[in-house]
């Protein structure tokens, strides 16, 4: 028997029966290998698509955080430069104040100033030598700045005291009067700033506080430490007001004792002259006048002799005055500051 016999060619099919049964195996193998080759053609293109998106969130990530990186603002804890509040020329400048080289001291401050703008000491201590050289428009704006400064340093305490004199040269008497004030409530009894107060008074028709005031700064004169120049000061501003009370009498005994504590100050010479030749005192009157010529003459100045003066007349010996008090002498109740002492 041929194997197309044995194929079942009888029964009527193309191919034999057993090579018909290969067949259909093979093609359902085929077939099978077919759907599992497009199910992983699709698993590779899901899993490129994945892969893709993926790869674009990470980029996209990425440059997220190097821009948020780049915008990152500074941790508030990092110090920032501290601002300077001092200058060790500072300390040239107060030694050229207390030996009266207000000028030396001024073109030192003005020189940390330019350099370093933020020292509000600089502004303090120059504000002080332009008052002690009568600038007091100048010195005004330095003092003000200083008055109110956060800065701390020694001379601040002070400020205020300093502008209280340059208002009141100024004719700023609202100024002059809380400036004084104001320094009074740090350095309690200050009795140059109690003058001041008393001149303020004076100059505003307050007679009675001004007699009060005048007399507090009298007495801060005379104790603890007996300052003769200042007692001098006030004791002239006492007979103005005497004067301004109608007793000649009262001031001339007060001029008296202004000379009798400092001998060397003419506006005393010449206001004793003045009274006297209102109390029918003439030829004493001309003693105090020819002593007020000899003063201005020794100080380079000079004066107009009184129509009423004798030209004979001697001048009365003039005693060795006692020592003058430094201009920057510490305050009583702060000695180892600058100290509040001005001459109106």
């Known amino acids: 028997m041929s194997l197309w016999d044995l194929?079942?060619?009888?029964?009527?099919?193309?191919?034999?029966?057993?090579?018909?049964?290969?067949?259909?195996?093979?093609?359902?193998?085929?077939?099978?290998?077919i759907q599992l080759q497009l199910i992983v053609g699709r698993m590779s293109v899901i899993c490129i698509t994945a892969i893709g998106v993926l790869i674009g969130?990470?980029?996209?990530?990425?440059?997220?955080?190097?821009?948020v990186r780049s915008q990152v603002?500074?941790?508030?804890?990092?110090?920032?430069?501290a601002v300077a509040t001092d200058d060790a020329?500072?300390?040239?400048?107060?030694r050229m104040l207390k030996s009266g080289d207000f000028e030396v001291s001024a073109t030192t401050c003005r020189t940390v100033l330019k350099q370093t703008p933020t020292i509000d000491r600089a502004a303090a201590i120059l504000g002080i030598a332009l008052t002690k050289q009568k600038k007091y428009e100048e010195a005004r704006p330095y003092l003000l700045r200083a008055r109110d400064s956060k800065q701390s340093f020694a001379e601040r305490t002070h400020a205020a005291h300093f502008l209280g004199w340059?208002?009141?040269?100024?004719?700023?008497?609202?100024?002059?009067?809380?400036?004084?004030?104001?320094?009074?409530?740090?350095?309690?009894?200050?009795?140059?700033?109690?003058?001041?107060?008393?001149?303020?008074?004076?100059?505003?028709?307050?007679?009675?506080?001004?007699?009060?005031?005048?007399?507090?700064?009298?007495?801060?004169?005379?104790?603890?430490?007996?300052?003769?120049?200042?007692?001098?000061?006030?004791?002239?501003?006492l007979a103005d007001l005497a004067l301004r009370r109608e007793d000649v009498a009262g001031a001339e005994a007060l001029l008296e004792r202004?000379?009798?504590?400092?001998?060397?100050?003419?506006?005393?010479?010449a206001k004793l002259a003045r009274v006297r030749d209102r109390l029918g005192k003439h030829d004493t009157a001309d003693v105090a006048r020819a002593?007020?010529?000899?003063?201005?003459?020794?100080?380079?100045?000079?004066?107009?002799?009184?129509?009423?003066?004798?030209?004979?007349?001697?001048?009365?010996?003039?005693?060795?005055?006692?020592?003058?008090?430094?201009p920057t002498t510490a305050p009583t109740t702060a000695p180892d500051t600058t100290s509040p002492r001005s001459v109106p």
């Open 166 to 237: 340059c208002c009141y040269h100024l004719g700023d008497l609202a100024c002059a009067k809380s400036a004084f004030e104001l320094h009074l409530t740090v350095a309690l009894d200050e009795p140059d700033s109690m003058f001041g107060l008393g001149l303020v008074a004076l100059s505003e028709d307050r007679l009675d506080d001004a007699d009060s005031l005048l007399n507090k700064a009298l007495a801060g004169f005379s104790a603890p430490v007996v300052q003769r120049n200042d007692q001098a000061r006030v004791l002239v501003r």
């Open 89 to 94: 020329r500072l300390n040239i400048a107060i």
């Open 57 to 67: 969130v990470s980029t996209s990530a990425s440059g997220l955080r190097s821009g």
């Open 7 to 33: 194929s079942g060619v009888a029964h009527g099919c193309r191919f034999p029966p057993l090579f018909a049964s290969h067949a259909r195996a093979v093609a359902s193998q085929r077939e099978v290998r």
């Open 258 to 269: 202004a000379i009798a504590a400092t001998p060397t100050q003419h506006e005393a010479w």
């Open 291 to 326: 002593n007020e010529r000899r003063i201005l003459q020794a100080l380079g100045r000079t004066v107009a002799p009184s129509p009423s003066a004798t030209p004979e007349v001697a001048p009365t010996p003039i005693p060795n005055s006692a020592p003058k008090s430094s």
């Open 73 to 81: 603002v500074p941790p508030a804890h990092v110090a920032t430069p």
